[in-house]
C-alpha cells in the first residue's frame, strides 16, 4: 500500500529559528514529490521534485529529494509568523498520495 | 496563472439532498482534474481522478454513485454529492492539472459542505 509520513506532527519555534521538515514516502509509481503548504484554506504549491539531490529554492524555503532513501526534506530558515501552516507533501505519478502534515507554528 | 475557483465556497443543505460542487480552472486547459476531500485537522485524501471527456476513476472505498463526478470540458469538472447525510460534511477540495504539465496541481479554494 502507497504510504507517505511527514515527521514532526508538530512543530513550535520562536521566529529566526530554522526548521526541517521531513517527508518519507513509499509509492509503488513515483515520478515526483509536491511540496504545499496550507493555511486557511487551500494549499499552495510549494515545490515539484523529480530529481535526487537537487536543491530546489525560493527564498528562505528550499527542498531536496533523495530517491535512494525515499525521503525529501523542507528547509525553512528564518522563520517568521507567517510561515505557521501545515505543510503538506505528496508522492506518485497521477493520483499524489498526501502524507497527514506537519503542523508548523512560529511563535514571535 | 494556474487559478482554480471553486463555488460554492460553502453549502449548508439537509440531509437527503443533493450538492453539486463546481471545480474551474481559470487561466488553462486542465486535463486531469483531482477531488479530495479533507476533515479537519487531518490530510487530503483523494476521492476521484477525472480526465476530460472520459469516466472518473475513484479510489477505494468511495462510491461512485454517491459521489458523481463529471469532467465535461477541459476548464470545468463538477462533484455532486447525492442524497448528503451529516457523515458528509467535509472540506472538499478539487486540483486541476494543465494540459502538457509534468505533475503539478494547484488547488481550488475548497469547498465546506455542512450536512444537517
Known amino acids: 500500500e502507497d504510504k507517505v509520513v511527514q515527521s514532526p506532527l508538530s512543530l513550535v519555534v520562536h521566529e529566526g529559528d530554522t526548521v526541517t521538515l521531513n517527508c518519507s514516502y513509499e509509492v509503488t509509481n513515483f515520478r515526483s514529490l509536491l511540496w504545499y503548504k496550507q493555511e486557511k484554506k487551500a494549499p499552495t504549491f510549494l515545490f515539484m521534485l523529480?530529481?535526487?539531490?537537487i536543491e530546489k529554492k525560493s527564498g528562505r524555503l528550499s527542498s531536496i529529494l533523495d530517491k535512494k532513501e525515499l525521503f525529501s526534506i523542507l528547509n525553512i530558515t528564518a522563520t517568521q509568523t507567517g510561515d505557521s501552516a501545515v505543510y503538506l507533501c505528496?508522492?506518485?505519478?497521477?493520483?499524489?498520495?498526501f502524507g497527514a502534515g506537519t503542523r508548523l507554528t512560529v511563535k514571535p | 496563472g494556474a487559478v482554480v475557483s471553486q463555488h460554492p465556497s460553502w453549502v449548508i443543505c439537509k440531509s437527503g439532498t443533493s450538492v453539486k460542487i463546481e471545480c474551474r480552472s481559470l487561466?488553462?486547459?486542465?486535463?486531469?482534474m483531482f477531488w479530495y476531500r479533507q476533515f479537519p485537522k487531518q490530510s487530503l485524501m483523494l476521492m476521484a481522478t477525472?480526465?476530460?471527456?472520459?469516466?472518473?476513476?475513484?479510489e477505494q472505498g468511495v462510491e461512485k454513485d454517491k459521489f458523481l463526478i463529471n469532467h465535461a470540458s477541459l476548464t470545468l469538472s463538477t462533484l455532486t454529492v447525492t442524497s448528503a447525510h451529516p457523515e458528509d460534511s467535509s472540506f472538499y477540495i478539487c486540483?486541476?492539472?494543465?494540459?502538457?504539465?509534468?505533475?503539478?496541481?494547484?488547488f481550488g479554494p475548497g469547498t465546506r459542505l455542512t450536512v444537517l
Open positions: 477525472s480526465n476530460e471527456g472520459s469516466k472518473a476513476t475513484y
Open positions: 523529480t530529481s535526487s539531490g
Open positions: 487561466d488553462f486547459q486542465a486535463t486531469t
Open positions: 486540483s486541476a492539472r494543465a494540459r502538457g504539465a509534468y505533475n503539478e496541481q494547484f
Open positions: 505528496a508522492g506518485g505519478i497521477n493520483d499524489m498520495r
